[in-house]
């Protein structure tokens, strides 16, 4: 039976072994020679990582044979990249990295071979590096987080302000048909006006900052070719910012509307409340990994919040219909 020393040099071989086997895996289908490369050098430095911890189970009288790669977890980060893509994929793989440092930093404390703590604390000083290599494969940062901020601020708004319209109308109208279209109307307007909002507050934003790089350009003497395409650069984010918002708003609307499209009575509004509950959560999900946040805290409090104000505002419409008699057919 395994001592508790040995189980955890056991989970540590296999971690590496299993990102080991993921690195090879993604370079092995990748198109982008400057990404093969980085990943290649991030496996190779994994085995290396796994050949300190599998001395280490040689020396506990251990068999490192037994233990294999986590194949359901190169499996499932191969699924992410090709349906998230890098960014968030490299997201995750930051997190992994920020834990083993932690969970290495603690099995040092009780090390006593010198050789074996020099060995661990490089081991430790790779993990640290691993974040320089995960930022060159990922595109540019300032970019992607407009993108993720756009479309938290689009999907949230448009899940939730048209999941409580819809809710307050249940209490006061019958029709699901009427509840549907009045929805689709919110909806729409709700599109136009986030879109331009979103492009009003983004222009401002970037037309302070194309004064600033024309400004810097006349002091460095920076070449008018470089400051033309950074101008470019700082004005597409504004129609990007736009548009995600814009999108993300009625594909998030869409959601509570769907229910109401068939004649389920109340029942709609349970359905369109669980939709909008787990859509928020699985979106609040991945803007987590985006951002390295806590996953379980995000998407817990976005599903909660979207259900509170359902709530509310079906509270107002029953409070209407019961002492204003306001029903409609």
């Known amino acids: 039976m395994m001592g508790e020393e040995e189980k955890l040099v056991s989970e540590f071989y296999r971690d590496e072994i299993t990102d080991r086997e993921f690195y090879r895996k993604l370079a092995k289908r990748s ?6 490369e980085k990943l290649d050098y991030l496996a190779e430095m994994e085995e290396s990582h796994s050949e300190f911890w599998m001395k280490r189970l040689i020396k506990l ?19 992410l990249t090709r349906i998230l893509g890098n960014n968030l994929t490299v997201n995750l793989l930051e997190r992994g990295e920020v834990e083993s440092i932690r969970k290495y930093r603690d099995f040092l404390k009780n090390m006593k071979d010198t050789d074996e ?9 790779d993990e640290i590096g691993h974040e320089n290599v995960f930022e060159q494969m990922g595109i540019n940062r300032e ?19 048209v999941l409580a319209a819809i809710a307050g109308l249940t209490a006061i ?31 401002s934003e970037i037309e302070y900052r ?13 070449s008018t070719h470089k400051m033309k395409t950074e101008i470019e650069n700082e004005e597409n984010r504004t129609k990007v910012s736009a548009g995600t918002t814009g999108l993300s708003y009625i594909a998030g609307a869409a959601f509570p509307i769907i ?21 928020q959560a699985v979106s609040n999900s991945i803007i987590a990994i985006a951002l390295n946040i806590s996953i379980l805290k995000s998407s817990s409090r976005a ?11 079906y509270t107002i419409g029953f409070i209407f219909h019961t002492y204003f008699h306001i029903y409609i057919g």
Do not use: C, H, W
């Open 259 to 279: 229910p109401f499209l068939f004649p389920l009575g109340i029942l709609s509004l349970i359905i369109a409340v669980i939709l909008v509950a787990a859509v």
């Open 117 to 125: 703590v020099n060995a661990l604390k490089s081991i430790i000083n």
């Open 210 to 222: 194309i004064r600033n790089i024309k400004r810097e350009s006349l002091i460095t003497n920076t």
């Open 173 to 203: 109208i019958s029709n699901n048909f009427i509840i549907a279209m009045s929805g689709l109307v919110i909806g729409v307007g709700g599109t136009i006006s986030m879109t331009l909002g979103a492009y009003l507050s983004k222009s």
């Open 303 to 313: 599903a909660i919040l979207s259900l509170l104000a359902a709530a509310i505002t």
């Open 143 to 161: 970019a992607y987080l407009d993108r993720i901020q756009a479309f938290i601020y689009g999907m949230s708004d448009g899940l939730v302000e």
């Open 61 to 79: 009288g251990s068999e490192k044979n037994e233990i294999k790669p986590r194949g359901v977890k190169i499996f499932f980060l191969l699924f």
């Open 31 to 36: 198109r982008n020679k400057v990404l093969k």
